[in-house]
């Protein structure tokens, strides 16, 4: 079972470029969270999305979009990118509501 | 704000011994408490969910204690080996929504054969 997968992996953007990360469960999860991590910081939740066709800003939002395509899949877009954006990104997901249990290996980005 | 808090941030022991982990939290009023793995370059594993009604909970070598009233939790690990070697988190989640989730920054512990 491949759980949750994260693309890319790894990534570089100068400033002001746009992208989007990408996320998938195979678990069939109602339940899916953006986080990034930074040194010293601990897990910040960036959104999430309790069930296919809604999301919901977290705690650290701005600088962000995200998309529930389906029950399977939710992205992130970054539509100017910022050097303070330079992060690991990581997706989760959970059959029920609140916690999140699984993670993918994260994608790590670098903002120039 | 919940304010959650891992003491040591690294930890180094030799194979074989006993440990404890430590997670302390600021608000009591917690939904659940999670223990996660974290492996260089890895996405977080979890180990053991503790419900707000449970008091411990056990998976293996791993033993989670959950203290509400004093707002403390501890992983034990039993007879450890390199294998073991990881950063551990712990996560409280709060009652009101999916935010309410707080992340430690971890214990990075090193079992030394």
């Known amino acids: 079972n491949a759980g949750v997968t994260q693309t890319p992996k790894f990534q570089v953007l100068k400033t002001g470029q746009s992208m989007t990360l990408q996320c998938a469960q195979d678990m069939n999860h109602n339940s899916m969270y953006w986080y990034r991590q930074d040194p010293g910081m601990g897990l910040r939740l960036i959104y999430y999305?309790?069930?296919?066709?809604?999301?919901d800003k977290g705690e650290v939002p701005n600088g962000y979009n995200v998309s529930r395509l389906n029950k399977r899949e939710f992205s992130l877009r970054l539509e100017s990118a910022a050097p303070s954006q330079t992060s690991v990104y990581f997706c989760a997901s959970s059959p029920g509501r609140l916690t999140p249990q699984h993670f993918g290996d994260g994608t790590r980005l670098s903002i120039l | 704000k919940q304010e959650v808090t891992q003491i040591p941030a690294a930890l180094s022991v030799p194979e074989g011994e006993n440990l404890v982990l430590n997670c302390s939290f600021t608000d009591s009023a917690i939904y659940n408490l999670q223990w996660f793995r974290q492996d260089p370059g890895k996405g977080l594993t979890s180990l053991l969910l503790?419900?707000?009604?449970?008091r411990e909970q056990t998976s293996g070598r791993l033993n989670a204690s959950l203290d509400k009233s004093s707002g403390r939790s501890t992983l034990y690990i039993a007879a450890s080996q390199p294998g073991d070697s990881a950063t551990y988190l712990c996560?409280?989640?709060?009652?009101?929504?999916?935010?309410?989730?707080?992340f430690g920054t971890g214990t990075k512990l090193q079992v030394i054969p």
């Open positions: 999305s309790a069930s296919e066709g809604t999301t």
């Open positions: 503790i419900q707000s009604s449970q």
């Open positions: 996560a409280v989640a709060n009652s009101g929504g999916y935010q309410k989730v707080t």
